[in-house]
């Protein structure tokens, strides 16, 4: 919960300063940031998308050593409980938000969709390079999360929403949460 808060947070603040001032309001502040529930098209994509989601992932699981995952200190969202499911659900969510949605969407305006997306990737990779720290096998979940990281924002800009994104990142973690459960 405290990553979704963390991962929201600036979007928040886009949201507050964007609708502040002369000729500017919430709704095309909301628009800029991609939290419009976008049209059926979009969903459509979004679960087409779900396929080489998850075989990206599933290619970065079983490429990790058993022994890499089972390690002690290794964090690996195993769906143990309700509690750990929601949190998965919930961090997808915020890092769509803040990495798609508010990062995305200005790097997109500003630099051009190729340049902006692929920032945004470059920028999402980097909270994960953590788990090279802990073992450096662990590290064919890098392209892997490079590689989502690009399709949902190609998802975004396609759809002008990063909600189908959300919902499908957070189906790609819950199946990867399974698999390793």
């Known amino acids: 919960m405290f990553e979704f808060v963390l991962f929201c947070l600036p979007a928040a603040i886009y949201l507050f300063v964007q609708s502040r001032g002369e000729n500017r309001t919430l709704a095309a502040a909301r628009l800029q940031l991609g ?3 976008g049209s059926a098209n979009g969903y459509a994509w979004a679960g ?3 396929f080489p989601l998850l075989f990206a992932g599933w290619l970065a699981i079983v490429s990790v ?3 890499v995952v089972d390690a002690p200190g290794v964090s690996v969202a195993r769906l143990t409980s309700l509690g750990v499911a929601l949190s ?3 961090r997808a969510f915020g890092e769509e938000i803040l ?5 995305g969407g200005v790097l997109s305006r500003r630099l051009g969709f190729q340049k902006g997306n692929l920032l945004q990737s470059l920028v999402f990779v980097v909270p994960h390079l953590g788990i090279l720290l802990v073992d450096i096998r662990a590290w064919p979940v890098i392209p892997a999360q490079f590689a989502a ?3 949902l924002g190609w ?5 002008g929403t990063f909600v189908p994104g959300a919902l499908v990142h957070a189906a790609a973690n819950m199946c990867a949460g399974l ?3």
């Open 149 to 151: 990281a690009w399709i």
């Open 88 to 90: 998965v659900v919930l």
């Open 99 to 103: 990495f798609r949605g508010l990062l």
């Open 35 to 37: 939290l419009t529930w």
């Open 48 to 50: 087409l998308l779900l």
């Open 65 to 67: 050593p058993a022994e």
């Open 179 to 181: 698999l390793l459960s």
């Open 155 to 159: 998802l975004r800009e396609k759809t």
